[in-house]
């Protein structure tokens, strides 16, 4: 079936993440590990136990890494901090790009992303999707 | 202990990678051996504490953890820039 003309293109990003290997690398590196990938809001949100902490800092690492599939940079991703996930009082979450993750998106015409994460047990998932203009 | 073994050793202790890391050749692909974006940030970590080193924001792209050699290259350049 033909797509109609009027439908919007599409980009989806899709990754995964172990909440065990977030939880080692915090172990291991402390906070020179989670100021290099989150930001201070992400940091605030996921506090509590370190298994939780791990699990929900593992759905944003899968997030971020969902946010360059639909980047699809050719040279260096942006940073990490340049893709943080804004998580409101009631627990849902958005993206908000900024920094070189911001200009990226902006030259490939990508706007309106969406983000929906999940984990169980020790993994973690993310998928985002933008709206891709002017195709 | 040469920066290639140095690299060889960190590699090993957190790079997570399936295979043995002795048997890479230095241009051997890492991400193509198994290395992950996450256990990539491992890596530079425990590079910048062998090394004594921190890498730029500029230098935290795929490239610079590509090989054995990259990242050799990226350490050297980092130092001879200090």
């Known amino acids: 079936m033909d797509v109609p003309r009027s439908a919007p293109r599409m980009r989806v990003g899709v990754d995964i993440a172990s909440a065990a290997d977030v939880r080692e690398s915090i172990e291991t590196f402390g906070d020179r590990y989670l100021d290099r990938i989150f930001t201070p809001h992400e940091r605030e949100v996921c506090q509590g136990p370190i298994d939780r902490m791990a699990t929900r800092l593992a759905a944003r690492f899968a997030a971020k890494e969902a946010v360059i599939k639909v980047l699809r940079p050719h040279a260096a991703a942006p940073n990490w901090r340049c893709m943080e996930v804004r998580t409101d009082s009631a627990g849902w979450s958005d993206l908000v790009l900024t920094g070189a993750a911001h200009e990226m998106a902006q030259a490939a015409e990508l706007r309106d992303f969406s983000l929906s994460m999940s984990h169980d047990h020790d993994v973690a998932t993310a998928v985002v999707v933008a709206v891709q203009e002017g195709t | ?82």
């Open chain 2, 1 to 82: 202990m040469s920066n290639e073994d140095k690299v060889r050793e960190v590699l090993t202790e957190q790079g997570k990678l399936p295979g043995n890391v002795a048997e890479l050749g230095i241009d051997d692909d890492l991400y193509q051996a198994g290395l992950t974006s996450h256990a990539s940030v491992n890596v530079m970590l425990a590079i910048e504490d062998e090394f004594d080193i921190e890498f730029p924001d500029e230098m935290l792209k795929k490239s610079t953890f590509a090989s054995i050699a990259a990242i050799d290259a990226a350490v050297q350049q980092i130092q001879s820039e200090s």
